[in-house]
């Protein structure tokens, strides 16, 4: 599927193969000398038989094409190691870059990191089998990139695009959306969705991703837009107004955090239950393993940020972690 949105930009739908996120929008844009492609996809045969497809569509030689990754989840970075070439610039951001090369050198003991805090804070029933199953583990980078770095107020010039890079942490440690200024399309990556919210897990490398994606959301509600590219579903344009539904969104599942720690003190694994998750498992028990592995993720990151602001404290009791209300 192609659709013009703009003159010589494209949303194109990649699909993500027995995936709930259904499809990824990937972005391409046209210019005179150069194209550029925003988000790739898995790396795997379906989404680069459709890439490839909507690329031949639109007339586009991957050896005059750069390659933009919005954040380091394999659904927008997985293809771009296929379809980069030796012209081919893939920008990226210096955080997630580092990030992936300290992973891949010792890609082993990064998930074991991982599982060991999960499993630390009530995660031990299948740990270890919900990580395996994760995407990342099956559709991720093959090989070694040389990523050109950006950063925040940083300009990628396509034809009469004019972006300007801007740092949007929070769903990941690194997330860059672009704004067109004289346009007023912001390329929002999964920094802002509509038909669904972003996910906003725990990470390692950020003491509080929730708080930094609310900053994110602040600073992005301050430009002036018309057009939001999201990274997946629909595309709806009122970005002041879906700002105001993600924050709300988040106020309620702090809330009911608040609300299953004033029954007493407890552990990720039993709070993350009690919250309302949009998912057509009836049970917490029923839900899939990965989707379990995010909502866990979540709703760490939510329990952190009200440590963060001093509502909640942290138990540590020889590695088992606790929470309960201040």
């Given at each position: 599927?192609?659709?013009?949105?703009?003159?010589?930009?494209?949303?194109?739908?990649?699909?993500?193969?027995?995936?709930?996120?259904?499809?990824?929008?990937?972005?391409?844009?046209?210019?005179?000398?150069?194209?550029?492609?925003?988000d790739?996809?898995?790396?795997?045969?379906?989404?680069?038989?459709?890439?490839?497809?909507?690329?031949?569509?639109?007339?586009?030689?991957?050896?005059?094409?750069?390659?933009?990754?919005?954040?380091?989840?394999?659904?927008?970075?997985?293809?771009?190691?296929?379809?980069?070439?030796?012209?081919?610039?893939?920008?990226?951001?210096?955080?997630?870059?580092?990030?992936?090369?300290?992973?891949?050198d010792?890609?082993?003991?990064?998930?074991?990191?991982?599982?060991?805090?999960?499993?630390?804070?009530?995660?031990?029933?299948?740990?270890?089998?919900?990580?395996?199953?994760?995407?990342?583990?099956?559709?991720?980078?093959?090989?070694?990139?040389?990523?050109?770095?950006?950063?925040?107020?940083?300009?990628?010039?396509?034809?009469?695009?004019?972006?300007?890079?801007?740092?949007?942490?929070?769903?990941?440690?690194?997330?860059?959306?672009?704004?067109?200024?004289?346009?007023?399309?912001?390329?929002?990556?999964?920094?802002?969705l509509?038909?669904?919210?972003?996910?906003?897990?725990?990470?390692?490398e950020?003491?509080?991703?929730?708080?930094?994606?609310?900053?994110?959301?602040?600073k992005?509600?301050?430009?002036?837009?018309?057009?939001?590219?999201?990274?997946?579903?629909?595309?709806?344009h009122?970005?002041?107004?879906?700002?105001?539904?993600?924050?709300?969104?988040?106020?309620?599942?702090?809330?009911?955090?608040?609300?299953?720690?004033?029954?007493?003190?407890?552990?990720?694994?039993q709070?993350?239950?009690?919250?309302?998750?949009?998912?057509?498992?009836?049970?917490?028990?029923?839900?899939?393993?990965?989707?379990?592995?995010?909502?866990?993720?979540?709703?760490?990151?939510?329990?952190?940020?009200?440590?963060?602001?001093?509502?909640?404290?942290?138990?540590?009791?020889?590695?088992?972690?606790?929470?309960?209300?201040?």
């Open positions: 599927m192609i659709e013009e949105i703009v003159s010589n930009l494209y949303r194109t739908e990649i699909p993500l193969p027995k995936s709930p996120l259904k499809w990824l929008n990937s972005y391409i844009i046209r210019g005179g000398d150069r194209s550029l492609i925003i790739t996809g898995f790396n795997c045969e379906e989404c680069l038989s459709e890439m490839n497809a909507n690329l031949s569509k639109l007339g586009v030689d991957l050896n005059k094409t750069d390659i933009f990754v919005t954040h380091l989840h394999v659904d927008h970075i997985g293809l771009a190691g296929t379809l980069a070439t030796d012209n081919s610039r893939v920008f990226f951001n210096e955080k997630e870059a580092t990030q992936i090369s300290s992973v891949r010792d890609w082993m003991a990064y998930w074991g990191k991982i599982v060991d805090v999960y499993i630390a804070n009530g995660f031990t029933e299948g740990a270890r089998t919900s990580m395996e199953s994760h995407p990342a583990h099956k559709y991720g980078l093959k090989r070694t990139i040389d990523f050109t770095i950006v950063k925040e107020g940083d300009s990628i010039d396509i034809g009469d695009f004019h972006f300007k890079c801007v740092a949007t942490p929070g769903h990941s440690p690194g997330h860059i959306s672009l704004y067109e200024p004289n346009k007023k399309i912001l390329v929002a990556g999964d920094h802002i509509f038909d669904i919210t972003p996910n906003i897990s725990s990470w390692l950020m003491d509080d991703s929730l708080g930094q994606y609310l900053a994110s959301l602040e992005i509600n301050t430009f002036d837009v018309k057009i939001v590219l999201p990274g997946h579903r629909r595309l709806v009122d970005l002041h107004q879906r700002v105001k539904e993600l924050k709300e969104h988040h106020r309620q599942r702090l809330n009911e955090v608040l609300v299953a720690l004033g029954e007493g003190e407890k552990n990720i694994l709070i993350a239950p009690r919250i309302s998750w949009d998912i057509t498992a009836k049970t917490w028990e029923e839900f899939p393993p990965p989707q379990k592995w995010f909502a866990f993720g979540e709703t760490m990151a939510h329990v952190r940020h009200l440590e963060s602001k001093g509502k909640v404290q942290c138990k540590n009791q020889n590695g088992t972690i606790t929470f309960a209300l201040v």
